[in-house]
């Protein structure tokens, strides 16, 4: 049986208006929806994309293109003595209640040569919030790109992003810890290369390195295993898939405690080193560890897949991860879907369709032809992008 006949009750999370301003190729732009399947079509470079990154930007973290907040003000808005906000601002109904969402970046102090000082800001019902884990509390997304086509086929980095984009959506307060980890590696790493004798120094950012590196890999694991159960059946015609986390730090944590495990890289970070102040970077922790992914019927590792086979196990994934989101915390996220029927075949494409239609969920898909989303031509909203 396929996991979307078991539908949960939920509060359905819909965006009624959109609000883009000096945001990339988009100086000011509204869009005012009612219906759950939105469709975006238009030529390569008309700013599709770019309008679902905007999306992606009302929910913890870093966007779907994790570009620097200084590359996304639209370059009208640039000059050399003063330079505007971008920001996004966005009017959600959750379940039966309203409110409005906004997020930006602010440039104080602007220099073309020291953009330090740059910061996101964030909105909720018109009063500014400290952390981005406070938007996770009311809403999340899940998205798919052209660039995860090869997820399962490149480095491991993209597949940790991947289970965090899942985690964070599952538990806010994640993107802290993820924050604070990402934040004491970069400080080793400058410290190492710059040959930083200091041990009292290295010692409290390895602590640090240690404590975030636990808690992180904690809530990854803890993701996966609540998962599992949701995306080893399969979604419709999409393959189920097993799943893992691999890693040492995930190996110690399957035998001793958190505490022990801390000090077990504390340990390992400090005899590492002279090893890694020649290589420029730290060699150990949980940013080495990979997200496993098997197709459920061959036992195939994704990465052997066909590329046809990797991109159903992805999409399997996602779906499997909003019907997780939806039956723990009691409501859906809203799913953005860049140029999705590519590579599929046009069963795929109708299951795809109907799976999200199924799901109750709001989403935002891509596509260059118009043709491709004619099935939809009554049950969704149309957008002509870069019409006007």
Known sequence: MNQVNKKPVFNKTVISSLTLSNFRSYKFKRFEIDSNLVVLTGLNGAGKTN?????????????????????????????????????????????????DVGTGCQFPDYDNNNQKNIKRVIKINGNMVKSQSELGEYVSAQWLTPQMDRLFAEGASGRRRFIDQITYALDPSHIGPVSAYEHSIRSRNKLLRNNCNNSEWLDSIEASISRHGVAVTVQRLQTVERLRKFC???????????????????????????????????????????SDSIIGHTSFGPHKSDLMVYH???????????????????????????????????????LLLDEITAHLDQDRRTSLFDLIVDLGVQAWITGTDPETFSSLKNSAQHFTIGAD
């Open 232 to 274: 080893s059946i399969g979604n419709g015609i999409f393959p189920g898939s097993l799943i893992e986390l691999n890693g040492q730090v995930e190996r110690w944590l399957e035998k001793e405690p958190a505490l022990a495990v801390e000090e077990k890289i504390r340990i390992e970070l400090k005899a590492s080193r002279e």
């Open 51 to 99: 309008l679902l990154e905007a999306l992606s930007f009302l929910v913890p973290g870093k966007g779907l293109r994790r570009a620097p907040l200084s590359e996304i003000l639209h370059k009208s808005s640039q000059c050399k003595d003063k330079i505007s906000n971008w920001a996004v601002a966005a009017k959600l109904k959750i379940g039966k209640n309203m409110m």
């Open 296 to 334: 459920t019927k061959n036992k195939m590792e994704a990465k052997l897949c066909s590329t046809g086979e990797q991109k159903s196990l992805l999409i399997s994934l996602v779906i499997a991860a909003v019907i997780l989101q939806t039956q723990e915390r009691g409501y859906a996220p809203f």
